[in-house]
């Protein structure tokens, strides 16, 4: 990576020393995406029409396939000659060059455009493939179609010159296919969508708890039980659907994946996960277990406590067997063996396991895990592979010549590039794809989380605190698809695009070259190109964001409607009846009565999102900032103490953007209400979603004062029941409190640790609290 660093610098200031042309001038209006390194416009265009002649210099079997897909693509019906061939029709010509231009690197390219010839030169096939691209989207989004009307299109590509190379050299994409299963047809629509954007890693994740699903012919049960679950859980565990379901791919259809990626410049990188998330080849080989099982393919989402037995040899044979299968069918330089999430209860309880750990000077499990980790790395480095692991691998040691994918927040992958080891960049946040990334309240069921498109565009992959050298481990950014909750393919397209493309930029393009207004206006016309291939990808970076603020002074609350889409208009209503909203938004309005508000987006005379509407109450509370006793946390931080009343309900799933979240803490909640009133209710929201270790309040202690020093305890009557509003959101109701006050003190109790049972027995409970309402209003 120091040498593409070095060759990046480079190129850098030889493009700004490019002498300037006179049919040339310094533009940044294409709509080029990942955005190159330089890109000049000049006057005119180049037609390409039937008669077309595509040139490869040299001959070779790489640039002939290589002119085949432009040929394909451009519906032409001249076949490539070898440069210096002459033909006797006046033609255009498109000529693809091999050529030795050390500051472009592997992946980079110069595309040239004048009225008579389109060239594209590199120094690899992998360059003129980009290039190919490139020319692409320089071409109407008629392109992207497959099933094109009879006849050949007359396109023009205006006059340019482009400059092109990658920041960095790992771009990836990842799709878990053990929750559920996609076709092979899909599978090779992803890669194309992925070689579109100049993404060259496509990281397969194929076994799971949840599911085996690459044929291994030594280990056939692997396939014949452990692909296999008898029932999935519907929604967030809440039940089953007591479906059987599965499947698998085999070697062949494996294979031919691989090719066709290869094809477009992807490399697919399949991840056997190892020594955690392995209860499917264990419910086929129970005996390389710990307890020697019985098993069943896991039919819950989560974790599970029985992983592979680091304390027999025979499961070393077994994953080397496994392995020497995998080797065969990719020829992926990386492995990926997962390392993540990898309990250690059986380990600590199984003799052989603490047999292994004496005879090998072991401390405790966890580097009992870095054995296990090495014994395999070491495996594969003798068949001429390299390991990538999530970024548990580095708990008690790292294994030499691993890359770490720092998935748990950056600190990982800050930690292996100290160490001078390779990392790849996939934190949660904002990386992972199966997050929502618009209000869920109108989105599909997501894993959680909040990674917006804008999120995803501002995500900078190397960390600020590492040093030029340190940096320079970084090998690039991925984003991760897992699919718990996404069912399908059309689901899939809806939760990686466009936040994959958004990603391709940041990994592609120079960090000063990347701008957010300048990318969506890009991105509104690669709408079209989605269409065109018949693509599910999200609006929801279209959708409006409905919020209030309270004034600093009155407590007035006024609603604020806002957009990501620079130089977008912003349509509401008010308590709508069925009509679109028409009444153009000039800026924060003040309201005193409770209501409901719609909005839209408009850009450039269309409106591509969805109706945004959203609930806003007033009670006597709202717009009072609150004084909290204790700390919440900065991941659950909302809009800080006034989302608590800001009379907007919190949306169970959007805990990152409606939710005060206090990790182990109890919520201290004080409110001075401006003058003393009569207080009749007090309405409190709390979230109950275990499977994400939020649980209810023990208790809650609700104490009013018309002083703010001497309190006493609400009368009233306090719930024996919590009424559900939502699914897992909770309305605490104390009513008929008729007491003045003006101060109102609340004091919800943490259950402090999550209960044993739960796969987070023993560790810092959460607490989430949304709105407090004084007198709620009964319409």
């Given at each position: 990576?120091?040498?593409?660093?070095?060759?990046?610098?480079?190129?850098?200031?030889?493009?700004?020393?490019?002498?300037?042309?006179?049919?040339?001038?310094?533009?940044?209006?294409?709509?080029?995406?990942?955005?190159?390194?330089?890109?000049?416009?000049?006057?005119?265009?180049?037609?390409?029409?039937?008669?077309?002649?595509?040139?490869?210099?040299?001959?070779?079997?790489?640039?002939?396939?290589?002119?085949?897909?432009?040929?394909?693509?451009?519906?032409?019906?001249?076949?490539?000659?070898?440069?210096?061939?002459?033909?006797?029709?006046?033609?255009?010509?498109?000529?693809?060059?091999?050529?030795?231009?050390?500051?472009?690197?592997?992946?980079?390219?110069?595309?040239t455009v004048n009225k008579k010839e389109i060239t594209i030169s590199a120094n690899t096939g992998n360059g003129i493939f980009?290039?190919?691209?490139?020319?692409?989207?320089?071409?109407?989004?008629?392109?992207?179609?497959?099933?094109?009307?009879?006849?050949?299109?007359?396109?023009?590509?205006?006059?340019?010159?482009?400059?092109?190379?990658?920041?960095?050299?790992?771009?990836?994409?990842?799709?878990?296919?053990?929750?559920?299963?996609?076709?092979?047809?899909?599978?090779?629509?992803?890669?194309?969508?992925?070689?579109?954007?100049?993404?060259?890693?496509?990281?397969?994740?194929?076994?799971?708890?949840?599911?085996?699903?690459?044929?291994?012919?030594?280990?056939?049960?692997?396939?014949?039980?452990?692909?296999?679950?008898?029932?999935?859980?519907?929604?967030?565990?809440?039940?089953?659907?007591?479906?059987?379901?599965?499947?698998?791919?085999?070697?062949?259809?494996?294979?031919?994946?691989?090719?066709?990626?290869?094809?477009?410049?992807?490399?697919?990188?399949?991840?056997?996960?190892?020594?955690?998330?392995?209860?499917?080849?264990?419910?086929?080989?129970?005996?390389?277990?710990?307890?020697?099982?019985?098993?069943?393919?896991?039919?819950?989402?989560?974790?599970?406590?029985?992983?592979?037995?680091?304390?027999?040899?025979?499961?070393?044979?077994?994953?080397?067997?496994?392995?020497?299968?995998?080797?065969?069918?990719?020829?992926?330089?990386?492995?990926?063996?997962?390392?993540?999430?990898?309990?250690?209860?059986?380990?600590?309880?199984?003799?052989?396991?603490?047999?292994?750990?004496?005879?090998?000077?072991?401390?405790?499990?966890?580097?009992?895990?870095?054995?296990?980790?090495?014994?395999?790395?070491?495996?594969?480095?003798?068949?001429?592979?390299?390991?990538?692991?999530?970024?548990?691998?580095?708990?008690?040691?790292?294994?030499?010549?691993?890359?770490?994918?720092?998935?748990?927040?950056?600190?990982?992958?800050?930690?292996?590039?100290?160490?001078?080891?390779?990392?790849?960049?996939?934190?949660?946040?904002?990386?992972?794809?199966?997050?929502?990334?618009?209000?869920?309240?109108?989105?599909?069921?997501?894993?959680?989380?909040?990674?917006?498109?804008?999120?995803?565009?501002?995500?900078?992959?190397?960390?600020?605190?590492?040093?030029?050298?340190?940096?320079?481990?970084?090998?690039?950014?991925?984003?991760?698809?897992?699919?718990?909750?996404?069912?399908?393919?059309?689901?899939?397209?809806?939760?990686?695009?466009?936040?994959?493309?958004?990603?391709?930029?940041?990994?592609?393009?120079?960090?000063?070259?990347?701008?957010?207004?300048?990318?969506?206006?890009?991105?509104?016309?690669?709408?079209?190109?989605?269409?065109?291939?018949?693509?599910?990808?999200?609006?929801?970076?279209?959708?409006?964001?409905?919020?209030?603020?309270?004034?600093?002074?009155?407590?007035?609350?006024?609603?604020?409607?806002?957009?990501?889409?620079?130089?977008?208009?912003?349509?509401?209503?008010?308590?709508?009846?069925?009509?679109?909203?028409?009444?153009?938004?000039?800026?924060?309005?003040?309201?005193?009565?409770?209501?409901?508000?719609?909005?839209?987006?408009?850009?450039?005379?269309?409106?591509?999102?969805?109706?945004?509407?959203?609930?806003?109450?007033?009670?006597?509370?709202?717009?009072?900032?609150?004084?909290?006793?204790?700390?919440?946390?900065?991941?659950?931080?909302?809009?800080?103490?006034?989302?608590?009343?800001?009379?907007?309900?919190?949306?169970?799933?959007?805990?990152?953007?409606?939710?005060?979240?206090?990790?182990?803490?109890?919520?201290?909640?004080?409110?001075?209400?401006?003058?003393?009133?009569?207080?009749?209710?007090?309405?409190?929201?709390?979230?109950?979603?275990?499977?994400?270790?939020?649980?209810?309040?023990?208790?809650?202690?609700?104490?009013?004062?018309?002083?703010?020093?001497?309190?006493?305890?609400?009368?009233?009557?306090r719930p024996e029941l919590l009424t559900i509003r939502e699914p897992v959101a909770i309305d605490y109701s104390h009513v008929?409190?008729?007491?003045?006050?003006?101060?109102?003190?609340?004091?919800?109790?943490?259950?402090?640790?999550?209960?044993?049972?739960?796969?987070?027995?023993?560790?810092?409970?959460?607490?989430?609290?949304?709105?407090?309402?004084?007198?709620?209003?009964?319409?």
């Amino acid at each position: 990576m120091g040498s593409i660093a070095n060759l990046l610098r480079k190129c850098m200031f030889l493009a700004l020393l490019l002498p300037a042309l006179q049919a040339f001038s310094q533009k940044t209006d294409h709509t080029i995406i990942p955005a190159p390194v330089s890109y000049e416009a000049g006057k005119g265009h180049f037609a390409i029409t039937n008669l077309t002649q595509i040139n490869i210099s040299p001959s070779s079997k790489e640039l002939s396939k290589l002119a085949d897909l432009l040929k394909g693509r451009l519906r032409l019906m001249i076949s490539q000659e070898e440069s210096g061939k002459t033909s006797s029709r006046k033609v255009n010509t498109i000529t693809l060059k091999i050529s030795d231009t050390k500051e472009i690197g592997k992946e980079g390219y110069k595309l040239t455009v004048n009225k008579k010839e389109i060239t594209i030169s590199a120094n690899t096939g992998n360059g003129i493939f980009y290039g190919i691209q490139t020319l692409f989207q320089l071409l109407p989004s008629d392109i992207e179609n497959r099933n094109p009307v009879a006849g050949v299109e007359k396109w023009k590509v205006p006059v340019c010159k482009i400059l092109d190379y990658p920041r960095f050299g790992y771009r990836g994409m990842h799709l878990d296919v053990c929750r559920h299963m996609f076709p092979v047809d899909f599978i090779k629509k992803y890669i194309d969508l992925l070689s579109m954007y100049k993404i060259n890693n496509f990281h397969w994740h194929l076994t799971e708890d949840q599911g085996w699903r690459l044929e291994i012919k030594k280990y056939p049960l692997l396939t014949e039980i452990g692909s296999m679950r008898s029932s999935s859980p519907i929604g967030r565990n809440s039940s089953d659907d007591n479906q059987p379901y599965g499947g698998f791919y085999t070697q062949e259809e494996a294979r031919d994946i691989v090719k066709y990626a290869a094809e477009r410049y992807v490399n697919v990188i399949p991840e056997i996960e190892l020594p955690g998330h392995a209860v499917a080849a264990l419910a086929a080989y129970p005996e390389l277990s710990c307890t020697g099982g019985p098993f069943e393919v896991y039919t819950k989402w989560g974790v599970t406590d029985d992983i592979y037995c680091a304390g027999k040899d025979e499961v070393f044979v077994f994953l080397e067997n496994v392995l020497t299968e995998v080797i065969g069918i990719f020829p992926s330089t990386y492995i990926h063996i997962g390392g993540d999430e990898a309990p250690k209860t059986r380990w600590d309880a199984c003799p052989r396991c603490q047999n292994r750990m004496k005879s090998e000077g072991l401390k405790d499990s966890h580097e009992l895990q870095s054995y296990f980790i090495h014994r395999i790395e070491k495996f594969l480095s003798q068949n001429g592979r390299q390991i990538i692991g999530w970024d548990e691998i580095l708990e008690g040691g790292l294994a030499p010549g691993a890359t770490v994918m720092s998935w748990r927040g950056t600190e990982g992958g800050i930690q292996a590039a100290r160490l001078a080891h390779n990392v790849i960049m996939t934190p949660g946040r904002p990386c992972y794809f199966d997050h929502y990334q618009g209000n869920p309240a109108g989105e599909p069921l997501g894993f959680g989380g909040y990674n917006t498109l804008k999120n995803v565009y501002e995500y900078e992959p190397i960390p600020a605190v590492l040093t030029p050298d340190e940096a320079r481990y970084i090998l690039g950014s991925q984003g991760n698809v897992w699919t718990e909750y996404i069912t399908n393919s059309d689901h899939v397209e809806y939760m990686a695009f466009p936040r994959a493309i958004a990603l391709a930029e940041v990994n592609w393009s120079a960090k000063e070259k990347r701008n957010w207004d300048n990318f969506v206006d890009r991105f509104v016309i690669h709408t079209n190109r989605l269409k065109e291939r018949g693509v599910n990808y999200s609006k929801s970076s279209f959708n409006v964001s409905i919020r209030t603020q309270p004034d600093p002074v009155t407590g007035d609350l006024s609603v604020v409607l806002e957009s990501e889409i620079p130089g977008s208009k912003i349509l509401y209503s008010l308590n709508p009846t069925g009509h679109n909203p028409e009444t153009k938004y000039k800026g924060p309005f003040k309201i005193s009565n409770s209501l409901k508000v719609a909005a839209i987006l408009e850009v450039n005379g269309t409106k591509p999102g969805n109706i945004t509407e959203r609930n806003i109450i007033v009670h006597n509370a709202a717009g009072k900032i609150p004084v909290l006793k204790t700390s919440f946390s900065e991941r659950y931080a909302a809009a800080g103490p006034a989302t608590l009343t800001d009379g907007c309900r919190a949306q169970a799933l959007a805990l990152n953007s409606d939710w005060l979240g206090f990790q182990g803490n109890d919520a201290d909640v004080s409110i001075d209400l401006g003058n003393e009133i009569e207080i009749q209710n007090i309405n409190i929201g709390f979230l109950h979603n275990p499977g994400n270790w939020i649980f209810l309040p023990t208790d809650v202690e609700i104490t009013l004062s018309t002083d703010g020093i001497n309190y006493q305890p609400a009368g009233g009557m306090r719930p024996e029941l919590l009424t559900i509003r939502e699914p897992v959101a909770i309305d605490y109701s104390h009513v008929r409190i008729n007491t003045f006050a003006r101060y109102i003190r609340i004091v919800a109790k943490n259950r402090g640790i999550c209960p044993e049972g739960h796969p987070g027995a023993g560790e810092k409970a959460w607490l989430f609290m949304d709105e407090i309402m004084v007198n709620q209003p009964t319409n």
